[in-house]
Nanobody, 122 residues
Framework: QVQLVESGGGLVQPGESLRLSCAAS????????MDWYRQVPGKQRELVAA???????NYLDSVKGRFTISRDNAKNAVYLQMNSLKPEDTAVYYC????????????????WGQGTQVTVSS
């Protein structure tokens, strides 16, 4: 079994910054991709940023130039640096990963963190 634990959310004013962290634990053989999603009540969960094994990244148009996703492979962790935050960024942010796990047999699964609230308000 694999668990993703998130941290770093909070309440900030417009223009300020936050850094979200997500660490995967368990019997991990390979992490294929790690991503950040966010969800606002009444809307579908949307992909904010993604990073794959080769280092390629992808961002939601509205966060380009403001958010940066990065990975620390040694720690099985992914980070989201969020700068110049706007009220529209207010949401619950979820870490997601595609992971191959297992000791005696391999298993590919999709895993989600517990979510962390980001609120941008004056």
């Amino acid at each position: 079994q694999v668990q993703l634990v998130e941290s770093g959310g909070g309440l900030v004013q417009p223009g300020e910054s936050l850094r979200l962290s997500c660490a995967a634990s368990g019997t991990i053989l390979s992490i294929l991709a790690m991503d950040w999603y966010r969800q606002v009540p009444g809307k579908q969960r949307e992909l904010v940023a993604a990073i794959i094994g080769g280092g390629s990244t992808n961002y939601l148009d509205s966060v380009k130039g403001r958010f940066t996703i990065s990975r620390d492979n040694a720690k099985n962790a992914v980070y989201l640096q969020m700068n110049s935050l706007k009220p529209e960024d207010t949401a619950v942010y979820y870490c997601h990963a595609e992971i191959v796990s297992g000791g005696s047999s391999s298993y590919r699964g999709s895993y989600w963190g517990q979510g962390t609230q980001v609120t941008v308000s004056s």
